[in-house]
């Protein structure tokens, strides 16, 4: 089943690979821990925009919404129960993100995505049921230590697995499966809004079981890593799966770094503590900003609430949705901008492309919202409310095909084997508190700040594109193992911690 092939060379490293059917199905089968993650992302905007779920279990809002005149245009959904109804699961996948470092470390990133596929499952079934606010937001929480676990060991997974040449890409699969599962949402949500009876906001939260269920039944068929296997003990059979995937005899050079690698890792006892050490600051600090930055970009703000912000804009119910679809679109179709170009123009030069593309955006955005859209009147007319949707389309893009998926690509491929568990926990860790804080934030900051949220997104994304410019180094085609000596250590500022 393999599909070409190729020789990776890096100065004395050489390892041979083909694209071979088990790489391609692996990858395929652990990706959909992104469906599961962006399904989740995607539905709850959907459905605390949905009259029947507002009145259920928010019936202030629900009074609030049906009574516009009386508030203003930016405070409609204020409200800190509504708000942790979506940031809850954040708030749980962080949490969930410190357990789950040892678990894939001693268990491998095989058996950590099946927990996490199991957990997701559970905490479906308890938010479609649910018939108070308590229980649903408990759904929630259960929903969050899946989307931790999986985001821990999916990426890590992913960028072991591939093979140097097409690491990127094949990382990518996970972002693009948010995407995908962001867009599938939006749709099911724009359908289940037109069911009559009041009961399309579970159809919806039930659907999450779909991709969950995915994740669990190709956990239960791919092979764990050959790293993961190696490092914790069972040589003869990393070594088998080293070859399956490679689909060469010659494994030898790529093993032999492994095992130097695995060397290294048992003799560290204490991942977190190690993660402090010197030589593994640069990849820790570039982990935590880049989380950081990916959040305060805004994405998360417009993609959890689309339908809310469209209907703050103006849009009718169903107008906002069928926007929400729009842009969930452009996001997975961006995506596959980033699967084609980030193995072929480099990390460095999408990030940069894109903090241009989402600044322009974002101001554009600001000022339209500031001229025309007050707070008890509304001067936003059908071209400009449109020139609104285009200019998120246009954020979106940028987005999709740089921080989204290099946010989780970078972090992922840069850690040392021994901290590489530990490091992604920390970086899952701070993607999700910095998730929490939007999530929890965005309506109040929408409420008090009014247009200028989106001036203090765009000030966010001329500080990450300084940061860019002279901190994150070029990861494109550099051995996963080698990552200290080819990367770090031929870096201007970094090279000091090495």
Known sequence: MAGGGFT????????????????IISCIMAATGGLMFGYDIGISGGVTSMPSFLAEFFPDIYRRVQQPAAESNYCKYDNQKLQLFTSSLYLAALVASMVASPVTRQLGRKQTMLLAGVVFIVGTALSALAGSLI???????????GVGFA???????????????????LNIMFQLNITIGIFIANLVNWKTAQIAGGYGWRISLAGAGVPALMLTIGSLIVDDTPNSLIERGFEEEGK???RKIRGVENIGPEYEDILRACKVAKEVKSPFKDLMKSHNRPPLIIAIFMQVFQQLTGINAIMFYAPVLFST??????????????????NVLSTLVSVYFVDKVGRRVLLLEACVQMFISQIIIGVIL??????????????????????????????AWSWGPLGWLVPSETFPLETRSAGQSVTVFTN????FI????????????????????????????IFTVFLIPETKNVPIEDMADKVWRQHWFWNKYM
């Open 432 to 435: 999700m508190l910095f998730t």
């Open 151 to 169: 985001n821990q060991a999916v990426p890590v997974f992913l960028s072991e697995i591939a093979p140097t040449r097409i690491r990127g890409a």
């Open 370 to 399: 500031g001229i025309k859209l007050q707070d008890h009147s509304d001067n936003l007319d059908k071209g400009f409310a449109m020139l609104v949707v285009v200019m998120v389309c246009t954020f979106v893009a940028s987005f």
């Open 240 to 242: 088998v799966v080293l």
């Open 135 to 145: 229980l649903l937001i408990l759904g929630r929480i259960l929903l969050g230590c």
């Open 8 to 23: 990776t060379s890096s100065d004395d490293t050489v390892f041979e690979a083909r694209i071979t059917g088990a790489v």
């Open 438 to 465: 939007v999530a929890q934030g965005f309506l109040s900051m929408l409420c008090y700040l009014k247009f200028g949220i989106f001036l203090f997104f765009s000030a966010w994304i001329l500080i990450m594109g």
């Open 313 to 330: 804009l103006g849009f009718h119910s169903d107008a906002s949705l069928y926007s929400s679809v729009i842009t969930g679109g452009v």
